[in-house]
């Protein structure tokens, strides 16, 4: 395992053909992440689902479409974030990612950040909130309130997927995205 290259075509490029954990072993394509290099926001999911895995691409499916719906509220242009998640490849049957499935994974997530060096970071559900807070964040403690990480403002909200599940929960992400987008104006 070598450091990953920095610029963003080069470690998607590396991204696609990475066999670091056994996740390489059963995905149909891995799922590097899209966005503009100059993007102002980062957005930070937990793994790729089907979908994904089928395209190649991140929040292609149901719970895209409702980050979609969320972004357009709040007024984000999707095409000017860069998508990304704590794993770029589907764990089987859309299982939670394993701790050295993350710690793995990791040092592309890290060399997104450097390539694009956002205003601001959100984190989207539970998994992404602990990989790059640290394992004592949680939801309950740290959704809708800004923190650091490395000098860049980072903010957990609830993953899409979980609006599914209770849509009252919209409200409150679309809430939390505006604020990113304040953030992203401001700097
Ligand atoms: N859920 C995620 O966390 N990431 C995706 O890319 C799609 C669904």
Redesign the pocket.
């Known amino acids: 395992m070598s450091s990953p290259p920095t610029g963003l075509p080069a470690l998607a490029a590396k991204i696609r053909r990475c066999t670091w954990c056994d996740l390489s072993g059963s995905r149909t394509h891995a799922?590097p992440g899209e966005g503009p290099r100059n993007a102002r926001l980062v957005l930070v999911?937990?793994?790729?689902?089907r979908?994904?895995d089928a395209e190649g691409?991140?929040?292609?499916?149901l719970?895209?479409r409702v980050?979609d719906e969320a972004l357009a509220r709040a007024g984000i242009s999707r095409t000017r974030t860069f998508?990304?998640?704590?794993v770029k490849c589907r764990p089987p049957g859309n299982r939670r990612p394993r701790a050295k499935e993350l710690a793995a994974c990791r040092p592309y997530l890290l060399a997104q950040f450097a390539a694009v060096r956002p205003s601001a970071i959100v984190t989207?559900?539970q998994?992404?909130a602990k990989d790059v807070l640290g394992p004592s964040a949680s939801l309950a403690t740290t959704r809708g309130r800004w923190t650091d990480f490395g000098g860049t403002p980072v903010l957990a909200t609830y993953?899409?997927?979980a609006i599914l599940y209770n849509r009252r929960l919209f409200r409150i992400l679309v809430a939390d995205l505006r604020k990113a987008r304040q953030r992203m104006e401001a700097g």
């Open positions: 799922v999911g937990e793994a790729p689902g979908n994904e691409r991140p929040f292609v499916g719970a895209g980050l998508i990304t998640n704590t989207l559900g998994s992404a993953h899409p997927a």
